[in-house]
């Protein structure tokens, strides 16, 4: 049986199914007396669908009576996996980097509960969606729109990073939009629901997930020289991401347009398509930051520490003042 993380149990919500609503009961301290307990009951109802996968689906809900009343969340619905472990690690990761002084970083959860067959987890609504969709609509974005979305995923980054946690999945679409143009841009990492603990080296098939387009060379089996690539769920996949969204970002299209090109690209044969970021005038800084999140071998990419301090990133967007968070980046 599979030990239950601490942060995990304490985060699951007492909860009664109804036809039409869902009843949570918390148990709080009188704020009176401070020793009685007393509960506390939340009724939540279905609004709308608002996203589907292949992890499941996201519903929209409203609180319509409780502590609450009249707010929306977001409600991720999804099988329970065979296995037990692969749940607790993104509920792990979800009340882990939902402690407040990283909110400026991640989505919130508000806690999860479930049924026999199925996990529910409650999370921060967003209604301007994802960078993706956003990214789909628009046109190139800005050189100091550019800069100031990456750095504020950089901080989600270094965050995971420094905890021992990898994401696995970056891509604009596990981005969410706070606020976006004519107001600053606030975006949060989402979907830690293929992220894993730093320590865990495996490198067998089931590890290596992803969205293709956003996963690095040595996922595909490609390495420069012929260099052993174990342990690729690490750090520097997540900076490749990283490097491939700020690409997009700047240009709307993928660095590499084939797997072809970037198995050349690995092996030496075709140089990094700089040539595409200048056609948008980026500048010095900017492109030496994106090639050095995407060099072909992990070990010669910008870790989180490294890429906070890049010269890119020490320049400030509009006057936005640095760190935006309460991470530590020292």
């Known amino acids: 049986m599979c030990r239950i993380p601490d942060l995990v149990k304490d985060s699951k919500i007492e909860t009664q199914f109804h ?19 007393i509960e506390r009951k939340e009724y939540w109802k279905r609004e709308k669908l608002i996203g589907r996968g292949g992890f499941g689906s996201v519903w ?74 956003y990214l ?12 100031q979305v990456t750095f504020q995923i950089l901080e989600g980054l270094h965050a995971m990073h420094e905890n021992g946690f990898v994401h696995r999945d970056l891509k604009p679409g596990n981005i969410l939009i ?81 797997s072809y090109d970037l198995f050349q690209f690995t092996e030496g044969r075709l140089p990094f398509p700089l040539a595409s970021l200048e056609a948008y005038k980026s500048s010095l800084e900017a492109m030496d930051f994106v090639q050095a999140c995407m060099r072909a071998s992990p070990e010669d990419r910008l870790d989180a520490q490294q890429a906070v301090k890049h010269e890119w990133m020490k320049i400030e967007p509009r006057g936005i003042p640095r760190p935006l968070s309460a991470v530590s980046l020292e």
């Open 19 to 37: 036809s039409g609503y869902t009843r949570h009961i918390y148990s709080e301290a009188d704020p009176t007396s401070g020793q009685r307990v």
């Open 60 to 133: 929209l809900e409203k609180c319509v009576k409780g502590k609450h009343e009249a707010e929306l969340r977001a409600v991720k619905q999804l099988q329970k996996p065979d296995k037990t472990k692969e749940f607790f690690r993104e509920l792990e990761a979800m009340a882990k980097f939902s402690h407040p002084k990283y909110v400026r970083c991640f989505v919130r959860s508000f806690g999860w509960y479930d049924s026999e067959d199925e996990l529910y987890i409650a999370m921060e609504y967003f209604p301007l969606g994802d960078l993706d969709s």
């Open 136 to 147: 789909r609509a628009a046109p190139p974005l800005p050189e100091p729109d550019v800069q």
């Open 178 to 258: 706070h606020s976006h143009p004519p107001q600053e841009w606030w975006v949060k990492l989402a979907d830690f629901g293929i992220s894993k603990r730093t320590e865990d080296h495996t490198n067998s098939p089931s590890t290596r997930k992803g969205t293709d387009g956003f996963v690095p060379p040595e996922w595909h089996g490609f390495s420069p020289n012929g260099e052993n690539i174990s342990g690729t769920s690490s750090p520097a996949a997540d900076m490749w991401a990283l490097g491939e969204i700020a690409f997009r970002l700047f240009t709307k299209g993928s660095t590499f347009k084939s």
